[in-house]
């Protein structure tokens, strides 16, 4: 292969990275301004995406374990939580589980764990059993006893601690979360080997009754993208579930049109198959004649959102039993609202912060 036909090819994968990686998620997904303009000017000059976003992390973490050393626990750990979000993408750009994956996660993963470690720590890492394996996340505490907790959880290619922003919202308002890594995601499933085909509801009540049980308040759930859609099944088969909120996802999952939605389902569910990745989403459709969702709920939209209409979200309105509905669209946010990412977790968080006070009896203050 000539090097004209090498870079073309690497011009076209890094394109590609960047249409799913737009600096709007990127900031969104914890990374610093100054490593988004790095990184963009690292893919023009012809580096590999995930070699790019790797030597930022390692950048960050000498400088983390330099403000360590100097005793500066406060830069230390936004350092770490950086290096975090570089590796985070990094991995991204790998949509199949192959070594080079299991590696740069685990770099992610590490970041994450120097970040939580350092004294004081809201933080922790949980591990719970199902399915012959464990369901990973972490636990993020606010300062004093926290009105409830909220379960934060992704899609296809978001996981876990890549939603510290959201739990940072959270936490301002005196809410706890757990940031899960659900079947199909994270740590679950390339350490854990649990994948998409098991009863998502269930998986995701183990986070549910893990709040309940440590916190001893009530507990919501946030889903993201196809996140969303285990969000509301969890809330309709879960009556602990307190109030719900679903954040560009569609009802009714199908294979879309663009290679890296294919991949990433495929890894989900470990399997290339797509008469069974077809399959899958049938069962895990959210039907409103079928499924009812008693609590507060609510749903969020960008109205340039390329993957999701807010038609595919309607069924999970009409789903909705409780009366507490609202349906909040961002006209121009992209999916999942990366480009409004500060507004949208100030409005959520003070919607759960809301709901979960009233479900504790205190007072209730109007979306």
Request: with cysteine.
């Amino acid at each position: 292969m000539t090097d004209t036909v090498i870079d073309a090819a690497l011009s076209a994968e890094n394109a590609a990275h960047r249409r799913a990686m737009p600096a709007t998620r990127l900031l969104d997904g914890g990374m610093l301004y100054a490593d988004v303009v790095l990184l963009e000017q690292a893919i023009v000059a012809g580096d590999h995406w995930d070699v790019a976003a790797e030597r930022l992390g390692e950048h960050r973490l000498e400088l983390a374990e330099c403000a360590l050393g100097s005793g500066h626990a406060v830069t230390a750990r936004q350092q770490f939580r950086a290096a975090a979000a570089a590796f985070v993408f990094a991995q991204m750009a790998i949509n199949s589980d192959t070594d080079r994956k299991r590696e740069l996660y685990g770099r992610f993963g590490a970041a994450v764990s120097a970040a939580a470690a350092v004294v004081p720590s809201s933080m922790r890492k949980v591990e719970l059993p199902f399915a012959g394996g464990s369901l990973v996340g972490w636990h993020v505490q606010p300062a004093g006893t926290p009105v409830g907790t909220v379960v934060v959880f992704g899609g296809q290619s978001g996981w876990g601690a890549t939603y510290l922003r959201y739990a940072d919202a959270l936490a301002e308002r005196g809410v706890a979360t757990i940031l899960a890594e659900g079947p199909g995601q994270g740590e679950t499933r390339l350490r854990h080997g649990i994948y998409l085909n098991v009863d998502v509801a269930d998986a995701y009540g183990h986070f549910v009754r893990y709040a309940a049980e440590q916190a001893g308040g009530p507990v919501g759930v946030w889903g993201n993208s196809v996140g969303g859609l285990f969000a509301a099944l969890t809330a309709a088969r879960n009556p602990a579930v307190r109030a719900c909120c679903i954040n560009g996802s569609f009802a009714a999952p199908r294979l879309l049109p663009f290679r890296t939605f294919t991949e990433q389902a495929a890894a989900m569910l470990g399997t290339t198959d797509e008469a069974a990745i077809t399959a899958n989403f049938a069962r895990l459709r959210f039907d409103p004649g079928i499924e009812s969702i008693r609590c507060p709920l609510l749903v969020l939209h960008g109205g340039a959102d390329p993957l999701v209409t807010v038609e595919d979200q309607q069924p999970f309105l009409d789903g909705a039993t409780g009366g507490d509905v609202a349906l909040r669209v961002w006209d121009d946010g992209e999916h999942t609202l990366y480009n409004h990412a500060d507004e949208r977790n100030d409005v959520v968080a003070d919607w759960f912060a809301d709901r979960l006070s009233l479900s504790k009896g205190n007072t209730h203050h109007a979306f």
